[in-house]
């Protein structure tokens, strides 16, 4: 809880499309502000300085760190956040994510999901490696990566046949 | 993990920018993938974030000869640049090493220059391509500082703190040179525990290293051999580096990964030769 003086500011943007016009603290990080003031707790926090990748959002189309980013530059942005990227190529993620188990407890796979897609969307047809390369900013404790790459490798292998 | 208060101010304009950073202990926020995590563990906390990204300082040129890279410029953008592919070679080498995708998306060449971290692979690459920084205050205007005088030491540079770092300026390579960035991180996008940019033209060279010395600068001792057409000599003269020392990582190990990717440089010069 952040102190009743606590200073802020108006922003205007939109999440997920939805338009949204309100004061957030100074000092409040992006990720903080979606998960606490707008709701949406599929953006998570680990490490608070950049490391872990488990607080990935778009800004502007681009993935981009959610805790080293301030809630008041989101003003004039469009958000995107986990519950909202709904592309095909997201939808193709989660489902191969499910179907290779590539995730057990779940904390990354939101900052996973959407760096996969992105290097997907440039790249459709990815080595192994560069998968690796892509997602080498996002740390998962549980699956030792073999099907998260295994995943990203499929969508990229149906993305290819098409 | 959250940072101290502080102020906040969007400047549109450039002049705003530099009355707001005459302020005592004001702070330039670019893309904050640096101060961010330093104020969230408390070891940064300015009294004012000035955040510049309204400002247009992201344009990178080419004209006359002479690369333009604005200090807003994400690494990503520079990355992707056709302009520095064909100007500046070594950059996307360097850059591809940098971090990863969702902080190049975010992170600046400004930001990186002006934080002068010794492990960062940009401030390296000025020097061996022999950059000029453009820089601005409210009070003093303009002024322009050759790469070799603006890095001072661990983390420290030339700006004054009410200077704002505004552009690169890099001669376009010129025909006969090839460039070479290499590095040793433990892991891909991590810090580099020892990197070395090579700028090898006829005759002369420029070499810088990063993650080696506190203070990044250029090696002429390695760099008088190197010109002198004897790369065993300018290998063995990286034995001499002011390397740092620390505990998960030796002075020796340092220097030691230091003439091993000046070998692996030169030896990939020479195999794009022979393949050209």
Known sequence: MLPPDEPTAAIACTVNGQAIRTQVPLRRSLVDWLRHDVGLTGSHVGCEHGVC???????????????????????????????????????????????????????????MILQAAELLAANPAPSRAEVREALSG?????????????????????LHAK | ???????????????????????????????????????????ARPALLVDINRLPLGEITLAGGTLRIGALARHAEVLASPLVALAAPLLPQALAQVAHAAIRNRGTLGGSLSLADPAAELPACMLALDATLVVASAARGERRIPAGAFFLGLYSTALASDELLLAAELPAAAPGWRFAFLEVARRHGDFAMAGVALALGPNAARLALCGVEAGQRRQPAAEAALAAGDPAAAIAALASTDAMDSPELSAAHRRHLAQVLLRRALAHLEAADAAA
């Open chain 1, 53 to 111: 990748g488990a607080c990935h959002v778009r800004v502007d189309g681009l993935v981009v760190r959610g805790c080293l980013m301030l809630a008041v530059q989101a003003d004039g942005a469009a958000i995107e956040t986990i519950e909202g990227a709904a592309d095909a190529l997201t939808l193709a993620l989660q489902q191969a994510f499910f179907e290779k188990a590539a995730l057990q407890c779940g904390f990354c796979t939101p900052g």
């Open chain 1, 138 to 158: 996002n740390y998962c404790r549980c699956t030792g990566y073999q099907p998260i790459v295994d995943a990203v490798m499929a969508v990229g292998a149906a």
């Open chain 2, 1 to 43: 993990m959250k940072p101290a208060r502080f102020d906040y101010a969007r400047p549109a304009t450039l002049a705003e920018a530099l009355a707001l950073l005459a302020q005592p202990d004001a702070a330039v926020l670019a893309g904050g993938q640096s101060l961010m995590p330093m104020m969230n563990l408390r070891v």
